[in-house]
């Protein structure tokens, strides 16, 4: 079995498909699926399938992000209050502690929450394990990281 990457309860994360090259995430083992904060989605069509647009404002003088992705899915998820909302989901690369691997997250509004990004099991499994008592263990990324790919990266 490989060693498993050893995470802290919050890490910095990158999601440079979507252009967001620097994010704090919460590290949550509970939750099953991951969700980004958005201030604003809309839907469309690209090629006759089906596109959700938005927007966010990451905080760490990132300014607003404007981004969009094809959908992978739309289906219910219950918070941790037990409300369940129908949310948008879609595939996208997550960069963390230098490895990249592809996850599914959630378009949710997260503005009451410190953290715009939870990162969930399913994102976590076979490759990362989490510390509780630990914090920050890999680094801050840097501003505005070579690897994030503009809006027209999808067009």
């Not at 440079?16 to 704090?24: A, E, F, T, V, Y």
């Not at 992000?65 to 949310?87: K, L, N, Y």
């Not at 996850?103 to 929450?113: A, F, K, Q």
């Not at 953290?115 to 008592?133: K, S, Y």
């Amino acid at each position: 079995m490989a060693t498993k990457i050893v995470l802290g309860w919050r890490e910095w994360v990158a999601l440079p498909d979507l252009g967001i090259g620097r994010l704090r995430a919460k590290i949550d083992s509970g939750a099953r699926s991951s969700a980004l904060h958005v201030d604003a989605q809309w839907h469309f069509h690209e090629g006759g399938a089906p596109w959700v647009g938005f927007r966010l404002s990451p905080g760490h003088g990132a300014g607003v992000i404007e981004g969009a992705a094809p959908v992978f899915d739309v289906r219910e998820v219950t918070d941790s209050g037990g409300h369940c909302t129908r949310r948008v989901f879609v595939r996208t690369t997550l960069s963390l502690a230098g490895l990249d691997r592809e996850i599914e997250i959630n378009l949710s509004d997260r503005r009451g929450m410190l953290f715009p990004m939870l990162l969930g099991r399913t994102a976590l499994a076979r490759q990362f394990t989490v510390d509780p008592a630990r914090s920050f263990l890999h680094g801050r990324l840097p501003t505005g990281a070579a690897r994030v790919h503009a809006l027209k990266t999808y067009r």
